[in-house]
């Protein structure tokens, strides 16, 4: 009797070892894992919190017709076509009119961003009583100009703003003529050419009709395929075959779907390029597979207790289906499609196939409109040469996170909404 | 010498250990008789089985059984594990028909209908013979729907009052309502084991069945709430006829009016109840229910 005691305390104490080690093991992986996310976290939002904000310096405008071109400002056409950029370079001359040397004029012009004349030209057409008065106004300037003032006092060397310029600058700044304000362009406008002037939104809408047409097909087809896989198909080698191959289609590199949207979707349907339509319906054959295989696992967890119950009372298998497994599985199959839609939300290699790499200005309104995706617009950012879009990309990166967690946290409390005891 | 002696101690108040312990040797010994022994029909049937034989894939599970079931009858079926009674219960209803391998031959009555006519809607049949199993099963729903089930997908009630009406009759019949009323809008699995066990009693019975079947009712529950769904399936006999599977004795005796013996597949003895447990006519049936295995 005592020695088998001693053996189990023995071995007892090995165990605790173990356990020991396990736990230390466990802790670290986990311990890894945050730390890693952490450094990603505060590179991101260390690099791209300054997209957020934009510079703008402080001129005053002469709403001069002569330089405008323009003799009526109630005449749409001409407050069209005027030239409001004459106004902002004849405002920075006024401003520094020690600048002579035609070079460093052009410089001294690229001090406001090349697409702030359209916010003059908003102005007029609202008060047309503008013309003819001086104004002071807040003009956007220039991301050379915004690097330089964002930068700290040691960086500003390194920064691209010409020497000439900086002087410039460094006034304005002196005379508090420098500001940082909200940058609402960045969620409100498409892609440019100019990084001061570039907006993800018009990504944001992309992606989110994307995701519309990725949803709406993928979980019902999904689900479907499922419910009918596990429930009324036969258990024979066809369906065994059919089980394989869903399977392998998870494992299927995302291009190879692209390829196939291009051949299939665009090539012999004749569908348009680079459209959201054509997105969703790439990236729901990508996410179907995921889809069903979690819809699948969700069936097969309902208890067969529940099934035998409804059977036992006349329902139908359609009733049983529909009226028990379905909204029990329900919180599983929807946690499937999370997992589906976040990795669809991501992908880029089959969109890039299909033309959804396109630079797009204009908001799209519909998923027939060319539109791009939120990671394709950060993968076109990090490829610009111009070193504010490295800012740029990081604050994508964010709108993409921000786009996913919402999208998460709907899906998890529709899931909790749904959640049953038993 | 010693162990062996304690081991068949053991196994005369363990009737399990003795099974473990000669297990074939009781079958070889005594011989299935030729023909079921006892009175398996009777004049006016409810349900009348003729020469069932059931096999899953290549093995036979029941073979060649003939049984009736008279009206508002309680017919207890008793045996060792294994024997077959869960399969031939299950065939009763059809329920075997989800079990892809299930394969069911011979005649099965329900008054005048086959059960397995292929015209006949398994709906239909389910909603006149309905079924209670071993393990409590109510819906991850509320107590009304639990109930309410039924009658709603057979198109019973038309109206609210009407579904409330069947609601709380089937639950007064199964004894739950008093202790339920007030609180028919939580989840049913919230109920305690037998509570649960009465309230798939009352959802089986809110479509007024003509047949019950029970397969251990009792198994997963304490003696206080056996004893409640004892006196429940007395009070139901009046009204129904129920067939129950049972491995206690006791149950089988207090319960039922007749009670029929399988063993491996086969049906043994059927009697009065009485009869069966006081004056067994076959071998194997005595040694069953004299506890000689379990
Ligand atoms: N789904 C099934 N597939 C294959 N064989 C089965 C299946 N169900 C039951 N069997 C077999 O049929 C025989 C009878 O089983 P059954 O469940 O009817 O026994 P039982 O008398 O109800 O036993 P218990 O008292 O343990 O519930 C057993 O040999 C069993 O292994
Ligand atoms: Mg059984």
Known sequence: MSNTTEQVRKSLKARYRSEKRFRAFGISAVAFGLLAVVVLFTDIISKGTSAFVETYIQLDIHWDPAELGIDDPTDPEQVNYADYDALIKAALRERFPDVEDRLERRALYQLASSGAGFRLRDQLQENPDLLGTIQTRWILADDDVDMFIKADAEDRQNTRLPEVARPWVEALERDGHTDIQWNASFFSKGDSREPEQAGVWAAVTGSFFTMLVTLALAFPIGVAAAVYLEEFAPKNRYTDFIEVNINNLAAVPSIIFGLLGLAIFINLFGLPRSVPLVGGLVLTLMTLPTIIISARAAIKSVPPSIREAALGMGASRMQMVMHHVLPLAMPGMLTGAIIGMAQALGETAPLLMIGMVAFIVDIPGGPLDASTVLPVQIYLWADSPEASFVALTSAAIMVLLAFLISMNTLAVLLRKRLERRW | ?294
């Not at chain 2, 009858?73 to 399969?87: E, F, H, M, N």
């Not at chain 2, 057979?154 to 709380?168: C, M, S, T, Y």
């Open chain 2, 1 to 294: 010498m010693e162990t062996a002696q304690n081991l068949t101690d053991t196994a005369r108040t363990i009737p399990a250990a003795r099974m473990a312990q000669e297990p074939e040797a009781m079958n070889q010994k005594i011989p299935y008789p030729e023909q079921t022994i006892g009175k398996p029909l009777c004049d006016d049937p409810k349900m009348s089985m003729r020469n069932v034989n059931v096999f899953y894939g290549d093995s036979q599970a029941i073979y060649d059984v003939s049984l009736d079931i008279g009206k508002n009858q309680v017919i207890a079926l008793i045996g060792p594990s294994g024997c077959g009674k869960s399969t031939f219960l299950r065939c009763m209803n059809r329920m075997n028909d989800t079990i892809d391998i299930c394969k069911v031959k011979g005649s099965f009555m329900l008054e005048q209908d086959n059960i397995y006519d292929p015209k006949l809607d398994v709906v239909e049949l389910r909603a006149r013979v309905g079924m209670v199993f071993q393990k409590p099963n109510p819906f991850p729903k509320s107590i009304y729907e639990n109930v309410a089930y039924g009658p709603r997908l057979h198109g019973l009630a038309n109206k609210k009052f009407e579904l409330d009406e069947i609601v709380e009759n089937s639950l007064r019949k199964a004894g739950l309502w008093d202790e339920v009323k007030d609180r028919l809008d939580q989840p049913g699995t919230g109920l305690s084991g037998g509570q649960q066990q009465r309230l798939c009693i009352a959802r089986s019975i809110a479509v007024s069945p003509e047949v019950v079947l029970m397969d251990e009712p009792c198994s997963a529950l304490d003696p206080i709430a056996t004893a409640k769904i004892e006196e429940l399936i007395d009070e139901l006999s009046s009204q129904y006829t129920i067939a129950i599977v049972t491995h206690s004795m006791q149950q089988a005796a207090r319960v039922s009016h007749r009670t029929a013996y399988f063993h491996l597949g086969r049906l043994i003895e059927v009697n009065d109840t009485n009869t069966v447990f006081t004056a067994p006519e076959h071998a194997l049936t005595e040694a069953y229910i004299t506890g000689r295995f379990g």
